[in-house]
């Protein structure tokens, strides 16, 4: 009886963690990254990434994210310490272009290749 006078007065439960991990682009370690966060990051930190940034990842972990109450896939990056890790909602994948190459390009190359090195 008495405790459910008490139960009145507890505090409510924290809702669960959103699951944001499928915000993501199949990241992989060696991967290009671009930051675009406009602005500081919460919290700021002097080793955050700034909007425009190019770095290489070297690893991905997923974990929670207690600023903002949520489950999320992290990012480190190569030249920043070994325990930094940004989400990856502040990342655009840097994709290589894979145009195919002019003709005389690659006749040229086909030609140079075929020649065979002068022998000694």
């Not at 009886?1 to 993501?24: E, L, T, V």
């Not at 675009?36 to 290489?56: H, N, Q």
Request: proline share 13%.
């Amino acid at each position: 009886m008495i405790g459910r006078f008490f139960r009145r007065w507890r505090k409510p439960a924290p809702p669960p963690p959103a699951d944001h991990r499928n915000m993501n682009e199949d990241w992989a370690p060696g991967d290009l990254a671009e930051c675009i966060v406009k602005g500081p990051w919460t919290p700021s930190d002097p080793f955050d990434p700034k909007a425009g940034d190019v770095l290489r990842v070297v690893r991905i972990r997923e974990g929670y994210s207690p600023h903002f109450n949520r489950i999320v896939y992290t990012l480190s990056f190569e030249g920043k310490p070994a325990g930094y890790a940004w989400e990856t909602v502040g990342f655009r994948k840097l994709r290589p272009v894979q145009e195919p190459a002019e003709a005389s390009w690659s006749a040229w190359l086909k030609n140079t290749l075929r020649v065979p090195e002068p022998a000694e």
